[in-house]
């Protein structure tokens, strides 16, 4: 089994930065995928950046490409959404996500693992 726990959301001014933080722990040795998707009331929950466990390649949706960035630090303990120039549609419920199955893919049904989720507001 994997667990995580995200951890880092909050309420901030369109303009501002935030990051996020997910810690990883159980039988990580075999994922090979992880990503950050969100989900706002009455939406579909949506892909926002995925990269393969290496760390090397991430993919971002378009709607955060160049904003955001995903990342891994060395220990392989945790991954990271760093979020610049939030606007008010970023607002969201920002969740972590984790597979083992060797595909990389934007679908959010393909991740077995989830944390619980944590709430990013831009408000101004």
């Known amino acids: 089994q994997v667990q995580l726990v995200e951890s880092g959301g909050g309420l901030v001014q369109p303009g501002m930065s935030l990051k996020l933080s997910c810690a990883v722990s159980?039988?990580?040795?075999?994922?090979?995928?992880m990503g950050w998707f969100r989900q706002a009331p009455g939406k579909d929950r949506e892909f926002v950046a995925i990269?393969?466990?290496?760390?090397?390649?991430?993919i971002y949706a378009d709607s955060v490409k160049g904003r955001f960035t995903i990342s891994r630090d060395n220990a392989k303990t945790t991954v990271y959404l760093e979020m610049n120039s939030l606007k008010p549609e970023d607002t969201s419920v920002y969740y972590c996500a984790a597979t083992k199955r060797a595909v990389l893919t934007r679908w959010p049904g393909n991740y077995e693992y989830w944390g619980q989720g944590t709430q990013v507001t831009v408000s101004s």
């Open positions: 990269m393969p466990w290496s760390g090397s390649s991430p």
């Open positions: 159980g039988r990580t040795f075999s994922l090979y995928a």
